[in-house]
């Protein structure tokens, strides 16, 4: 049994056939999937989803959505979270974080959605999914001021030093296809040095595709889809196994484990039903 502990199920690329792609994951052992929010626009969505599905799901204001969100978006986040606070399905306020990768962003407004976020993860006393990208430094001084009970920071892809400042503030490390590409070395070796405690697993599907769903701008630009989605987990699970030298049934239960823990409201749900 795998858990997919992000993806974004609710995307445009799954219109067509999103049915069909939970039926695929579930197939080969995705039992879980967790639906993060990005926005208030899709709030309702990735509830509805969770329900529909059996999957978990996150409320909250992605970084790069920071800049179309208004104020009083947060207000409305807060009534959400407000409205659904005994939903078992509800298991985090995510994404949320920082984004000093894409140019042009205003970090200082993001800072201010990113720690209003915290305060509010601390006043419903729920975990967080936080988005890294060269911004592991600053997500941390953050943490440190608004103290939360943990989450997953996903997609890591910082140092071994801030990996460790994660992991004693209660975080586990979110890994997935980066991992897959061979010349990915420093994330590699995190995955395989890391304490197998810290990680879990992801696909942050439809982005982030595995190595064999790689396509170049130019192959992409003809046409061919570079998609990811969940039921290539247990694949992007292998490349773990292989470097930790584990089996997939300890790697399973061992990153099964791990995300109950980062998200304990998980591990009271019941495996998803069948579609
Ligand atoms: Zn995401």
């Given amino acids: 049994m795998w858990i997919d502990t992000h993806c974004h199920l609710d995307a445009a ?4 056939d999103r049915a069909a792609v939970i039926e695929r994951a579930r197939a080969v052992g995705v039992a879980q ?6 926005g208030r626009a899709n709030f309702e969505t ?9 999957f978990a799901y ?5 970084p790069l959505f920071v800049e179309r969100a208004a104020d009083d978006d947060l207000v409305h986040l807060r009534d959400a979270l407000a409205e659904h606070r005994g939903d078992e399905r509800l298991v985090a306020i995510g994404e949320i974080g920082l984004d000093h990768f894409v140019p042009g962003l205003d970090r200082d407004r993001q800072a201010r959605f990113y720690t209003a976020q915290l305060r509010l993860a ?3 006393e729920l975990p967080v999914i936080v988005h890294v990208r060269r911004s592991a430094d600053s997500l941390l001084k953050h943490l440190r001021q608004v103290r939360v009970v943990g989450g997953i920071v996903h997609a890591f892809n910082g140092s071994e030093q801030q990996a460790e400042a994660f992991v004693e503030r209660g975080f586990k490390l979110g890994f997935g296809g980066a991992m897959t590409f061979e010349r ?9 040095e890391l304490p197998l405690d810290a990680i879990v697993l992801e696909t942050d599907a439809p982005d982030i595709p595995p190595q064999w769903l790689y396509r170049t701008a130019q192959e992409r630009a003809a046409g061919a889809s570079s998609r990811n ?25 061992a990153t099964s484990r791990n995300a ?12 998803a039903a069948p579609a």
């Fill in 260 to 271: 109950h823990a980062a998200l304990p409201r998980l591990a009271a749900l019941p495996a």
């Fill in 13 to 16: 690329e799954f219109e067509t």
């Fill in 46 to 54: 990735v509830r509805s989803l969770a329900h529909a599905h059996g």
């Fill in 122 to 124: 601390r006043e419903f």
């Fill in 58 to 62: 996150a409320l909250g204001i992605h």
């Fill in 184 to 192: 990915a070395l420093q994330i590699r070796r995190l995955a395989q």
């Fill in 229 to 253: 989605e969940p039921g290539e987990l247990p694949r992007i699970a292998r490349s773990l196994a292989e470097l930790r030298g584990l089996s997939l049934a300890e790697l399973a239960a």
């Fill in 33 to 38: 999937i967790v639906l993060p929010a990005v």
